[in-house]
């Protein structure tokens, strides 16, 4: 069984920045893309960035220009560097590892910004 555990949530102001970090248990190398989702109350929970074992990323249109997502294979981990943070960022965020047939997913972190 793989286990994601984030860190890094937090409360910010509007226009600040916060660094999510997303530690697995074992080798992310296996994983075709690593991602991060957030959900917030009342919304369905939806990808924001994606990134292959190559380095390809993708974004959310929200969040395009303002977070960068990145990998590190040899220390298994993920990051998401958010900047220029909005209060509709605020959410419950998670690590998301995708397999053929399986994902996995940490317990979240949250992301609270206010205005």
């Known amino acids: 069984q793989v286990q994601l555990v984030e860190s890094g949530g937090g409360l910010v102001q509007a226009g600040g920045s916060l660094r999510l970090s997303c530690a697995a248990s074992?080798?992310?190398?296996?994983?075709?893309?690593m991602g991060w989702y957030r959900q917030a109350p009342g919304k369905q929970r939806e990808l924001v960035a994606g990134i292959t074992s190559g380095g390809s990323t993708n974004y959310v249109d929200a969040v395009k220009g303002r977070f960068t997502i990145s990998r590190d294979n040899a220390k298994n981990m993920v990051f998401l560097l958010m900047n220029s943070l909005k209060p509709e960022d605020t959410a419950v965020y998670y690590c998301?590892?995708?397999?053929?047939?399986?994902?996995?997913w940490g317990q979240g972190t949250q992301v609270t910004v206010s205005s």
């Open positions: 998301n590892a995708h397999e053929i047939v399986y994902d996995y």
């Open positions: 074992h080798s992310i190398f296996r994983f075709n893309t």
